[in-house]
């Protein structure tokens, strides 16, 4: 998908919760997004969260801290998250629209920046860290899904010449930082029938487009385990350190 289509299809999905899917999820491996970011913040911490979204991960998961900017370059993904903190009731957290990619933050002001599936530009994250400040990264990887992929011929990362895991960690080091780690996320994820399954790859970009029935029923044939549908998902955890 475009970078243009990316925004429509973000726009589109702002108002949205995948929680309807009621997807059972089991991690095989113990990267921690929220558990890392927690043991890094303290009370005078100010933490920026890159396409944030909805807000929702950051509303639910992150600490209490002297400050919390979320930002997503969609206005509708930011008044859905303006809702959610009015909701919440969480004190010292903004939203602004921001597009990764031409950031308009603070140079030397942050101590924590997350990138949480989403598009970075480590340069530019660099610049707004304090010196001593860390990055936390987790995104999708090339071979997320990869068993579904093979079956339909294609999806999202499916050509890509480089997994993004390592273009993202090449983009990290090259861009000043120390204490780079790149660490692989495995996990598997039980769906309750067809129909749950099918509307859920209608809403993410795994395959980009509706999915074709046949080749579906063929994918699910071969991944239901105990009358769920299994579907095995790859993503990257990077740390690193201004
Ligand atoms: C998959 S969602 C992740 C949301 C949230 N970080 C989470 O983990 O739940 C990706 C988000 O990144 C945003 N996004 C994509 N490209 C962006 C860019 N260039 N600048 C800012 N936000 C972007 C989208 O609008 C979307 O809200």
Same mark, same amino acid.
């Given at each position: 998908m475009s970078h243009d289509n990316y925004y429509e299809y973000y726009e589109r999905l702002?108002?949205?919760? !995948? *929680?309807? !899917? *009621?997807i059972h999820s089991e991690s095989l491996t113990d990267w921690d997004l929220y558990e890392i970011l927690g043991s890094l913040t303290d009370k005078d911490s100010h933490i920026l969260d890159l +396409?944030? +979204? +909805? +807000?929702e991960k950051l509303l639910a998961y992150y600490p209490d801290c002297a400050g919390i900017l979320g930002t997503d370059y969609s206005p509708q993904m930011i008044a859905t998250a303006n809702e959610n903190l009015t909701r919440s009731g969480r004190k010292n957290i903004t939203f602004k629209v921001m597009d990764n990619l031409k950031m308009d933050v603070p140079s030397d002001y942050f101590d924590i920046v997350v990138a949480r599936h989403t598009i970075t530009d480590p340069a530019q994250i660099y610049q707004c860290l304090k010196p001593g400040g860390h990055l936390l990264i987790r995104g999708v990887d090339k071979y997320d899904s990869w068993g579904l992929k093979m079956i339909f011929g294609g999806g999202q990362g499916y050509n890509d010449p480089v997994p993004v895991s390592i273009t993202d960690y090449e983009n990290v080091l090259n861009s000043g930082f120390a204490d780079v780690e790149l660490v692989p996320i495995h996990e598997r994820e039980f769906f309750k029938d067809r129909e749950v399954f099918k509307a859920f790859l209608g809403k993410v970009?795994?395959?980009?487009?509706e999915p074709d029935d046949k080749l579906l029923n063929e994918y699910i044939s071969k991944n239901t385990v105990g009358g769920r549908i299994r579907l095995l998902r790859n993503y990257y955890g990077i740390t690193a350190r201004k």
């Open positions: 702002a108002n949205w919760s !995948f *929680d309807e !899917f *009621d +396409g944030t +979204g +909805g +807000g970009p795994i395959l980009e487009g």
